[in-house]
């Protein structure tokens, strides 16, 4: 939000989220990263609802994008730990996120396998 309305966002009094909020890296070619965040987000529940009622590209697809978005919580937390020396709750929260999802991608298998 803040992204689109110039608000201050509430972290708690964080100094840290704040810096990692207005860095440079939270935007993508102009794009915040926390409306990408909610697009994959947004893929994701479509694909599993999908995949769960048995459609298998539904779930090739719901594979595909969390392991992307697994790839780029990977980067963030990166930014985060070497390159800002700051940390966001907002994002360690949606990063925990991620690593359950992928977990379950990997550890949940498909109703059609054999």
Do not use: N
Request: net charge neutral.
């Amino acid at each position: 939000m803040q992204a689109f309305t110039g608000e201050t966002l509430s972290c708690g009094g964080s100094p840290d989220c704040f810096r990692v909020l207005g860095s440079s890296y939270s935007k993508v070619g102009g794009i915040p990263v926390a409306l990408l965040g909610a697009v994959a987000y947004f893929g994701v529940f479509t694909f599993a609802t999908f995949a769960a009622f048995g459609y298998a590209r539904a779930r090739v697809l719901l594979m595909l994008i969390v392991g992307a978005m697994f790839l780029a919580t990977l980067w963030f937390l990166y930014v985060q730990a070497f390159v800002l020396h700051a940390y966001c709750r907002y994002c360690l929260f949606s990063a925990a996120i991620i690593f359950l999802l992928a977990g379950l991608v990997i550890a949940v298998p498909s109703s059609h396998e054999e």
